[in-house]
């Protein structure tokens, strides 16, 4: 038979969010000098992937040839 959920317990998705938040404030807390070191880097790396998405359906003919 189903037994009553207990109201103690977490859900699996709660525990997993909640561990994911502890560990992006340590990993913030411990490299927060390397991680805003690095965002210049980043958006420069992120103008090509920008540039190539924002490209598309410019009207441009997706076939080879001309159209008339």
């Known amino acids: 038979m189903n037994e009553p959920r207990s109201r103690a317990r977490l ?3 709660l525990a997993l969010c909640l561990f994911a938040a ?4 340590f990993l913030w807390e411990e490299h927060q000098a390397h991680i ?3 965002l210049p880097y980043l ?3 992120a ?3 920008i540039h190539f ?10 076939g080879g040839g001309e159209t008339s």
């Open 47 to 49: 103008c090509p992937i």
């Open 53 to 62: 998405f924002m490209h598309r359906g410019h009207g441009h003919p997706r």
């Open 36 to 38: 805003l070191g690095a």
């Open 11 to 13: 859900p699996w998705w």
């Open 22 to 25: 502890i560990a992006v404030f």
């Open 43 to 45: 958006l420069v790396l």
